[in-house]
């Protein structure tokens, strides 16, 4: 498995501006596909965004779309996060994860970073 480092959370103001990132190591960076998760108290895991191994593809929930950026740089096997116009519903922990090209499975995850957003 691939193992991922996430950092850049912390407390920001509502439609104020945080860039995550996460960090893999152990596999070829490029073999993988790259999702970014958020799990906010008493609520399920959700999926926030996800790109493919090139970068090529991205797919967003609705509740950021035009909010979020998720991209990657394979030289540095590091996926980003940006995200802004940061609402209070957005306070969470981040995780980011990892699936084989072309596995719908996200078997390896990192540790999770905080994200509070103030209202």
């Known amino acids: 498995q691939v193992q991922l480092v996430e950092s850049g959370g912390g407390l920001v103001q509502t439609g104020g501006s945080l860039r995550l990132s996460c960090a893999a190591s152990?596999?070829?960076?490029?073999?993988?596909?790259m999702g970014w998760f958020r799990q906010a108290p008493g609520k399920e895991r959700e999926l926030v965004a996800a790109i493919n191994w090139s970068g090529g593809s991205t797919t967003y929930a609705d509740s950021v779309k035009g909010r979020f950026t998720i991209s990657r740089n394979n030289a540095k096997d590091t996926v980003y996060l940006q995200m802004n116009s940061l609402k209070p519903e957005d306070t969470a922990v981040y995780y980011c994860?990892?699936?084989?090209?072309?596995?719908?499975?996200?078997?390896?995850w990192g540790q999770g970073t905080q994200v509070t957003v103030s209202s």
């Open positions: 152990g596999r070829p960076f490029s073999r993988y596909g």
């Open positions: 994860a990892a699936r084989p090209a072309g596995s719908p499975i996200f078997g390896s």
